[in-house]
Protein backbone atom coordinates (compact mmCIF):
# COMPACT_ATOMS: atom_id res chain seq x y z
CA UNK A 1 0.00 0.00 0.00
CA UNK A 2 1.40 3.53 -0.54
CA UNK A 3 2.91 5.64 2.05
CA UNK A 4 -0.36 7.83 3.37
CA UNK A 5 1.40 11.46 2.86
CA UNK A 6 -0.51 14.77 4.41
CA UNK A 7 -0.99 17.98 2.92
CA UNK A 8 1.89 18.76 1.11
CA UNK A 9 2.78 21.47 -1.62
CA UNK A 10 2.26 21.45 -5.01
CA UNK A 11 5.48 20.01 -5.95
CA UNK A 12 5.36 17.19 -3.25
CA UNK A 13 1.69 16.36 -4.44
CA UNK A 14 2.95 16.18 -8.07
CA UNK A 15 5.68 13.99 -7.32
CA UNK A 16 3.77 11.44 -5.43
CA UNK A 17 1.11 11.17 -8.21
CA UNK A 18 3.77 10.46 -10.75
CA UNK A 19 5.26 8.02 -8.48
CA UNK A 20 2.10 5.91 -7.98
CA UNK A 21 1.57 6.54 -11.59
CA UNK A 22 4.57 4.17 -12.33
CA UNK A 23 3.97 2.16 -9.48
CA UNK A 24 0.23 1.52 -11.31
CA UNK A 25 2.12 0.73 -14.58
CA UNK A 26 4.27 -2.04 -12.60
CA UNK A 27 1.27 -3.54 -10.79
CA UNK A 28 -0.80 -3.45 -13.99
CA UNK A 29 1.82 -3.99 -16.87
CA UNK A 30 -0.64 -5.50 -19.44
CA UNK A 31 -3.38 -2.79 -18.74
CA UNK A 32 -0.65 0.19 -18.59
CA UNK A 33 0.69 -1.60 -21.67
CA UNK A 34 -2.45 -1.14 -23.65
CA UNK A 35 -3.14 2.32 -22.69
CA UNK A 36 0.47 3.57 -23.22
CA UNK A 37 0.06 1.69 -26.86
CA UNK A 38 -2.63 3.43 -27.92
CA UNK A 39 -1.77 6.89 -26.53
CA UNK A 40 1.73 5.95 -28.35
CA UNK A 41 -0.10 5.12 -31.78
CA UNK A 42 -1.72 8.41 -31.50
CA UNK A 43 1.05 10.34 -30.76
CA UNK A 44 3.48 8.28 -33.50
CA UNK A 45 1.14 9.72 -36.77
CA UNK A 46 1.23 12.75 -35.37
CA UNK A 47 5.23 12.35 -35.65
CA UNK A 48 5.68 10.71 -38.40
CA UNK A 49 2.96 12.67 -41.14
CA UNK A 50 4.21 16.08 -39.82
CA UNK A 51 7.91 15.16 -40.55
CA UNK A 52 7.29 14.01 -43.89
CA UNK A 53 4.52 17.01 -44.69
CA UNK A 54 7.10 19.38 -43.34
CA UNK A 55 10.08 18.00 -45.32
CA UNK A 56 7.76 18.34 -48.19
CA UNK A 57 6.65 21.19 -48.00
CA UNK A 58 10.66 22.36 -47.50
CA UNK A 59 11.49 20.74 -50.86
CA UNK A 60 8.73 22.66 -52.43
CA UNK A 61 9.29 25.73 -51.30
CA UNK A 62 13.29 25.07 -52.19
CA UNK A 63 12.22 24.30 -55.53
CA UNK A 64 10.45 27.42 -55.69
CA UNK A 65 12.60 29.90 -54.34
CA UNK A 66 15.42 28.41 -56.64
CA UNK A 67 13.98 29.49 -59.60
CA UNK A 68 13.40 32.67 -57.92
CA UNK A 69 10.49 34.58 -56.88
CA UNK A 70 9.84 36.14 -60.44
CA UNK A 71 9.93 32.32 -62.50
CA UNK A 72 6.36 31.72 -63.66
CA UNK A 73 5.12 28.69 -65.56
CA UNK A 74 3.25 28.04 -68.13
CA UNK A 75 1.20 24.88 -68.61
CA UNK A 76 -1.25 22.58 -70.51
CA UNK A 77 -3.24 22.70 -67.68
CA UNK A 78 -2.98 23.76 -63.87
CA UNK A 79 -5.66 22.10 -60.97
CA UNK A 80 -5.34 23.09 -57.49
CA UNK A 81 -4.85 20.46 -55.19
CA UNK A 82 -4.95 16.77 -55.43
CA UNK A 83 -6.04 15.71 -59.40
CA UNK A 84 -8.17 12.90 -59.85
CA UNK A 85 -9.45 11.58 -63.17
CA UNK A 86 -11.39 8.05 -64.16
CA UNK A 87 -10.00 8.58 -68.08
CA UNK A 88 -12.82 10.03 -69.00
CA UNK A 89 -12.68 13.18 -71.14
CA UNK A 90 -15.40 14.54 -68.57
CA UNK A 91 -12.23 13.99 -65.52
CA UNK A 92 -9.52 14.85 -67.53
CA UNK A 93 -9.82 18.49 -68.17
CA UNK A 94 -6.58 18.89 -70.20
CA UNK A 95 -7.79 16.92 -73.52
CA UNK A 96 -9.78 19.52 -74.63
CA UNK A 97 -6.56 22.25 -74.39
CA UNK A 98 -4.22 22.06 -77.08
CA UNK A 99 -0.46 21.05 -76.81
CA UNK A 100 2.05 23.33 -75.81
CA UNK A 101 4.57 23.77 -78.87
CA UNK A 102 8.43 24.35 -79.23
CA UNK A 103 7.20 26.86 -81.53
CA UNK A 104 4.89 28.99 -78.40
CA UNK A 105 8.41 28.50 -76.24
CA UNK A 106 10.14 30.56 -78.80
CA UNK A 107 7.11 32.89 -79.14
CA UNK A 108 7.02 33.61 -75.47
CA UNK A 109 11.27 33.69 -75.44
CA UNK A 110 11.32 36.75 -77.48
CA UNK A 111 9.00 38.78 -75.65
CA UNK A 112 10.38 42.27 -74.94
CA UNK A 113 9.67 41.06 -71.20
CA UNK A 114 11.19 38.23 -70.99
CA UNK A 115 14.61 37.23 -70.69
CA UNK A 116 14.91 33.02 -70.85
CA UNK A 117 12.85 30.37 -70.68
CA UNK A 118 13.30 26.79 -70.24
CA UNK A 119 11.81 23.80 -71.89
CA UNK A 120 10.98 20.56 -69.70
CA UNK A 121 9.97 17.67 -71.23
CA UNK A 122 10.29 14.02 -70.14
CA UNK A 123 10.74 10.30 -72.07
CA UNK A 124 11.49 6.91 -70.98
CA UNK A 125 14.64 4.88 -72.42
CA UNK A 126 16.93 2.42 -71.09
CA UNK A 127 20.68 3.89 -70.57
CA UNK A 128 23.23 1.55 -71.68
CA UNK A 129 27.08 1.67 -71.27
CA UNK A 130 29.34 -1.70 -71.89
CA UNK A 131 27.55 -4.16 -69.32
CA UNK A 132 25.64 -1.72 -67.52
CA UNK A 133 22.55 -0.50 -67.68
CA UNK A 134 19.51 1.49 -66.55
CA UNK A 135 16.32 -0.88 -67.72
CA UNK A 136 14.12 2.33 -67.98
CA UNK A 137 14.61 5.44 -66.77
CA UNK A 138 13.89 9.23 -67.02
CA UNK A 139 15.22 11.26 -69.57
CA UNK A 140 14.64 14.80 -69.14
CA UNK A 141 14.69 17.38 -72.23
CA UNK A 142 15.74 20.97 -71.80
CA UNK A 143 17.33 24.40 -72.61
CA UNK A 144 20.65 25.30 -71.88
CA UNK A 145 18.95 27.38 -68.74
CA UNK A 146 17.87 24.43 -67.08
CA UNK A 147 19.96 24.66 -64.15
CA UNK A 148 18.49 27.90 -63.15
CA UNK A 149 15.20 26.25 -62.47
CA UNK A 150 16.72 22.87 -61.22
CA UNK A 151 19.54 24.70 -58.61
CA UNK A 152 22.66 21.97 -58.10
CA UNK A 153 25.60 22.64 -59.82
CA UNK A 154 28.72 21.10 -62.25
CA UNK A 155 31.02 18.51 -60.49
CA UNK A 156 33.20 17.75 -63.72
CA UNK A 157 32.44 18.96 -67.12
CA UNK A 158 30.02 21.52 -68.48
CA UNK A 159 26.39 21.44 -69.21
CA UNK A 160 25.65 21.47 -73.09
CA UNK A 161 25.57 24.68 -75.18
CA UNK A 162 23.23 26.84 -76.64
CA UNK A 163 24.79 25.76 -80.24
CA UNK A 164 24.41 22.07 -79.10
CA UNK A 165 20.96 22.47 -77.82
CA UNK A 166 20.26 24.39 -81.33
CA UNK A 167 21.42 21.34 -83.21
CA UNK A 168 19.92 18.94 -81.22
CA UNK A 169 23.25 17.46 -80.52
CA UNK A 170 23.73 14.45 -78.93
CA UNK A 171 24.84 15.33 -75.37
CA UNK A 172 24.17 14.54 -71.99
CA UNK A 173 24.39 15.67 -68.30
CA UNK A 174 24.44 13.17 -65.63
CA UNK A 175 24.09 13.18 -62.22
CA UNK A 176 26.12 11.21 -59.11
CA UNK A 177 23.51 8.43 -58.98
CA UNK A 178 23.51 7.92 -62.55
CA UNK A 179 27.10 7.87 -62.50
CA UNK A 180 28.21 5.39 -59.65
CA UNK A 181 25.43 2.63 -61.53
CA UNK A 182 26.95 3.36 -65.20
CA UNK A 183 30.55 4.62 -64.34
CA UNK A 184 32.11 3.09 -61.30
CA UNK A 185 35.27 4.28 -59.86
CA UNK A 186 35.77 6.28 -63.29
CA UNK A 187 35.41 9.97 -65.02
CA UNK A 188 31.90 9.86 -66.81
CA UNK A 189 33.16 12.67 -68.82
CA UNK A 190 33.18 11.86 -72.67
CA UNK A 191 32.27 8.60 -72.21
CA UNK A 192 29.55 7.53 -74.45
CA UNK A 193 25.96 5.95 -74.03
CA UNK A 194 23.37 4.73 -75.68
CA UNK A 195 19.98 6.50 -75.35
CA UNK A 196 17.29 5.56 -77.32
CA UNK A 197 19.28 3.03 -78.63
CA UNK A 198 21.54 6.21 -79.93
CA UNK A 199 25.34 7.24 -78.51
CA UNK A 200 25.18 10.14 -76.63
CA UNK A 201 28.09 11.97 -75.02
CA UNK A 202 28.27 12.50 -71.04
CA UNK A 203 29.44 16.07 -71.19
CA UNK A 204 28.90 17.17 -67.51
CA UNK A 205 28.23 15.28 -64.06
CA UNK A 206 25.85 17.07 -62.14
CA UNK A 207 25.46 17.16 -58.47
CA UNK A 208 21.58 17.40 -57.02
CA UNK A 209 20.53 20.29 -55.14
CA UNK A 210 19.11 18.51 -51.48
CA UNK A 211 15.50 17.94 -52.07
CA UNK A 212 12.13 15.86 -52.57
CA UNK A 213 12.64 16.28 -56.17
CA UNK A 214 16.60 15.89 -57.15
CA UNK A 215 18.09 14.46 -54.27
CA UNK A 216 16.59 10.70 -54.06
CA UNK A 217 18.47 8.62 -55.07
CA UNK A 218 17.56 8.37 -58.93
CA UNK A 219 19.44 8.94 -62.02
CA UNK A 220 19.51 12.07 -63.46
CA UNK A 221 19.59 11.96 -67.28
CA UNK A 222 19.33 15.67 -68.91
CA UNK A 223 20.04 16.08 -72.86
CA UNK A 224 19.11 19.17 -75.21
CA UNK A 225 15.05 19.63 -75.65
CA UNK A 226 15.04 19.72 -79.48
CA UNK A 227 17.24 16.67 -79.51
CA UNK A 228 14.77 14.52 -76.47
CA UNK A 229 11.78 15.99 -79.49
CA UNK A 230 13.66 14.03 -82.11
CA UNK A 231 14.50 11.66 -81.26
CA UNK A 232 12.48 10.33 -77.82
CA UNK A 233 9.31 8.27 -77.45
CA UNK A 234 7.62 10.88 -74.95
CA UNK A 235 4.12 11.86 -75.09
CA UNK A 236 4.27 14.95 -76.94
CA UNK A 237 2.24 17.87 -75.27
CA UNK A 238 3.26 17.52 -71.34
CA UNK A 239 5.53 20.89 -72.03
CA UNK A 240 6.37 23.12 -69.30
CA UNK A 241 7.72 26.61 -70.34
CA UNK A 242 9.51 28.17 -67.12
CA UNK A 243 10.01 31.52 -67.86
CA UNK A 244 12.40 34.38 -66.49
CA UNK A 245 10.99 37.85 -66.58
CA UNK A 246 13.55 40.54 -67.71
CA UNK A 247 15.26 42.00 -64.33
CA UNK A 248 13.41 45.51 -65.62
CA UNK A 249 10.21 43.89 -65.83
CA UNK A 250 7.67 42.99 -62.98
CA UNK A 251 6.53 39.86 -62.99
CA UNK A 252 2.83 40.42 -63.23
CA UNK A 253 3.37 42.30 -66.56
CA UNK A 254 5.57 39.60 -68.14
CA UNK A 255 3.08 37.14 -67.14
CA UNK A 256 0.71 39.71 -68.81
CA UNK A 257 2.61 39.97 -71.81
CA UNK A 258 2.54 35.72 -71.83
CA UNK A 259 -0.66 35.80 -71.84
CA UNK A 260 -1.50 38.31 -74.16
CA UNK A 261 1.01 36.90 -76.96
CA UNK A 262 -0.32 33.13 -76.29
CA UNK A 263 -4.10 34.32 -76.84
CA UNK A 264 -3.21 36.26 -80.20
CA UNK A 265 -1.17 32.66 -81.07
CA UNK A 266 -3.91 30.57 -80.15
CA UNK A 267 -6.71 32.78 -82.04
CA UNK A 268 -8.89 32.67 -78.68
CA UNK A 269 -11.57 35.94 -79.26
CA UNK A 270 -12.54 38.16 -76.37
CA UNK A 271 -14.49 36.49 -73.54
CA UNK A 272 -13.16 33.13 -74.42
CA UNK A 273 -10.96 30.97 -71.52
CA UNK A 274 -7.29 30.71 -72.13
CA UNK A 275 -6.12 27.42 -72.96
CA UNK A 276 -3.42 27.13 -71.46
CA UNK A 277 -2.38 27.72 -67.14
CA UNK A 278 0.48 30.26 -65.82
CA UNK A 279 1.26 29.77 -62.71
CA UNK A 280 3.95 31.25 -60.55
CA UNK A 281 5.42 30.34 -57.56
CA UNK A 282 3.65 31.77 -55.20
CA UNK A 283 0.15 29.78 -56.71
CA UNK A 284 2.22 26.34 -56.10
CA UNK A 285 2.80 26.96 -52.80
CA UNK A 286 -0.66 28.08 -52.05
CA UNK A 287 -1.63 24.89 -54.44
CA UNK A 288 -0.05 22.51 -52.49
CA UNK A 289 -0.63 23.70 -48.89
CA UNK A 290 -4.72 23.36 -49.57
CA UNK A 291 -3.61 20.02 -50.75
CA UNK A 292 -1.18 19.19 -47.65
CA UNK A 293 -4.72 20.39 -45.57
CA UNK A 294 -6.25 17.30 -46.23
CA UNK A 295 -3.35 15.25 -45.19
CA UNK A 296 -3.02 17.16 -41.90
CA UNK A 297 -7.19 16.23 -41.31
CA UNK A 298 -6.37 12.94 -42.43
CA UNK A 299 -3.52 12.99 -39.30
CA UNK A 300 -5.99 14.07 -37.01
CA UNK A 301 -8.78 11.62 -37.16
CA UNK A 302 -5.86 8.95 -37.11
CA UNK A 303 -4.15 10.18 -33.74
CA UNK A 304 -7.94 10.78 -32.34
CA UNK A 305 -8.43 7.17 -32.72
CA UNK A 306 -5.41 5.93 -30.98
CA UNK A 307 -6.07 8.70 -28.27
CA UNK A 308 -9.60 7.47 -27.59
CA UNK A 309 -8.45 4.27 -27.66
CA UNK A 310 -5.51 4.99 -24.64
CA UNK A 311 -8.35 7.07 -22.87
CA UNK A 312 -10.26 4.57 -22.44
CA UNK A 313 -7.72 2.80 -21.39
CA UNK A 314 -6.57 5.10 -18.67
CA UNK A 315 -10.34 5.29 -17.27
CA UNK A 316 -10.18 1.59 -16.79
CA UNK A 317 -6.88 1.52 -15.32
CA UNK A 318 -7.71 4.59 -12.83
CA UNK A 319 -10.68 3.00 -11.73
CA UNK A 320 -8.84 -0.10 -10.69
CA UNK A 321 -6.50 2.25 -8.98
CA UNK A 322 -9.33 4.12 -7.04
CA UNK A 323 -10.98 1.03 -5.76
CA UNK A 324 -8.17 -0.56 -4.79
CA UNK A 325 -7.11 2.74 -2.95
CA UNK A 326 -10.24 3.06 -1.02
CA UNK A 327 -9.25 3.29 2.33
CA UNK A 328 -6.22 4.85 1.76
CA UNK A 329 -8.06 7.69 0.61
CA UNK A 330 -10.21 7.83 3.77
CA UNK A 331 -7.24 8.22 5.92
CA UNK A 332 -5.85 10.95 4.05
CA UNK A 333 -9.23 13.08 4.27
CA UNK A 334 -9.24 12.01 8.17
CA UNK A 335 -5.84 13.04 7.84
CA UNK A 336 -7.25 16.79 6.60
CA UNK A 337 -6.66 16.18 2.75
CA UNK A 338 -8.85 18.50 0.61
CA UNK A 339 -11.35 17.07 -2.18
CA UNK A 340 -9.00 19.31 -4.81
CA UNK A 341 -5.84 17.63 -3.41
CA UNK A 342 -7.22 14.13 -4.09
CA UNK A 343 -8.45 15.07 -7.49
CA UNK A 344 -5.10 16.36 -8.54
CA UNK A 345 -3.07 13.67 -7.39
CA UNK A 346 -5.25 11.28 -9.55
CA UNK A 347 -5.32 14.12 -12.62
CA UNK A 348 -1.17 13.92 -12.26
CA UNK A 349 -1.44 10.19 -12.04
CA UNK A 350 -3.74 9.56 -15.42
CA UNK A 351 -1.51 12.69 -16.99
CA UNK A 352 1.53 10.28 -16.36
CA UNK A 353 0.22 7.10 -17.99
CA UNK A 354 -0.16 8.92 -21.04
CA UNK A 355 2.51 10.97 -21.03
CA UNK A 356 4.01 7.78 -20.72
CA UNK A 357 2.65 6.76 -24.17
CA UNK A 358 3.37 9.97 -25.47
CA UNK A 359 7.17 9.63 -25.03
CA UNK A 360 7.00 6.15 -26.54
CA UNK A 361 4.77 7.40 -29.61
CA UNK A 362 7.13 10.28 -29.66
CA UNK A 363 10.02 7.73 -30.06
CA UNK A 364 8.65 5.54 -32.16
CA UNK A 365 7.72 8.72 -34.48
CA UNK A 366 11.19 9.61 -34.47
CA UNK A 367 12.39 5.87 -36.31
CA UNK A 368 9.87 6.23 -38.86
CA UNK A 369 10.72 9.71 -39.43
CA UNK A 370 14.54 9.06 -39.91
CA UNK A 371 13.08 5.99 -42.24
CA UNK A 372 11.59 7.93 -44.40
CA UNK A 373 14.61 10.21 -44.56
CA UNK A 374 17.06 7.46 -45.70
CA UNK A 375 15.00 5.34 -47.45
CA UNK A 376 12.68 7.50 -49.54
CA UNK A 377 13.41 10.68 -51.70
CA UNK A 378 11.55 12.63 -49.06
CA UNK A 379 13.47 14.67 -46.71
CA UNK A 380 11.19 14.27 -43.60
CA UNK A 381 11.87 16.32 -40.30
CA UNK A 382 10.09 16.78 -36.70
CA UNK A 383 9.07 20.28 -36.42
CA UNK A 384 9.12 21.87 -33.04
CA UNK A 385 5.25 22.05 -33.49
CA UNK A 386 4.74 18.57 -33.51
CA UNK A 387 6.85 18.05 -30.69
CA UNK A 388 4.69 20.40 -28.15
CA UNK A 389 1.42 19.38 -29.25
CA UNK A 390 2.27 15.07 -29.25
CA UNK A 391 3.49 16.11 -25.33
CA UNK A 392 0.37 18.84 -24.83
CA UNK A 393 -2.41 15.73 -26.56
CA UNK A 394 -1.04 13.30 -24.07
CA UNK A 395 -1.53 15.23 -20.99
CA UNK A 396 -4.63 16.89 -22.23
CA UNK A 397 -5.83 13.12 -22.77
CA UNK A 398 -4.88 11.88 -19.51
CA UNK A 399 -6.79 14.97 -17.53
CA UNK A 400 -9.77 14.46 -19.62
CA UNK A 401 -10.08 10.32 -19.37
CA UNK A 402 -8.89 10.75 -15.56
CA UNK A 403 -11.14 13.32 -14.57
CA UNK A 404 -14.11 10.76 -13.59
CA UNK A 405 -12.13 8.44 -11.53
CA UNK A 406 -10.32 11.42 -10.12
CA UNK A 407 -13.69 12.78 -9.51
CA UNK A 408 -15.11 9.95 -8.01
CA UNK A 409 -12.35 9.71 -5.54
CA UNK A 410 -11.93 13.28 -3.89
CA UNK A 411 -15.75 12.95 -3.82
CA UNK A 412 -15.36 9.82 -1.53
CA UNK A 413 -17.16 9.80 2.14
CA UNK A 414 -13.98 9.48 4.55
CA UNK A 415 -16.41 7.55 6.89
CA UNK A 416 -16.65 5.09 4.21
CA UNK A 417 -13.73 4.91 2.69
CA UNK A 418 -12.44 3.82 5.68
CA UNK A 419 -14.82 0.89 6.12
CA UNK A 420 -13.86 -0.34 2.72
CA UNK A 421 -11.56 -3.22 3.21
Same mark, same amino acid.
Given at each position: MSQVLGRGNLLTRGAE???LALDSVRANKLRASLTILGIAIGVMVVIAMASMITGIQRSVSDVVQRAGPNTFVVMRFFRDGLQISDGTDEMSPWRRRPRLSRDEAELIRNLPAVADVNVREFAQSAVVYGDKEFSETGIEGMDPSWMKVSGGDLLDGR????IEAAGNAFVVVINGDAAEVLFPGIDPVGKVVRIFGLPFTVVGLYRDPSGMFEDGGSPKFVVPHGTLAKVGNQDRGWINIAVFPD???????????????????????????????LVSGDQFLASFNDMTAGFFLVMLVLSSVGLMVGGVGVVAI?? /??? @?????? =???????????GEILFQFLVEA????LLGGLCGMAMGAII????????? /??? @?????? =???AIGASIITGICFGLYPANKAAAMDPVEALRHE
Open positions: GVTNFTPSTVGRDAAMDQVTSAMRIHRGLKPGEDNTFDMM /ISV @TERTRE =IGVRKALGATRATLTSFGIKQFTP /IPA @TIPLWS =IAA
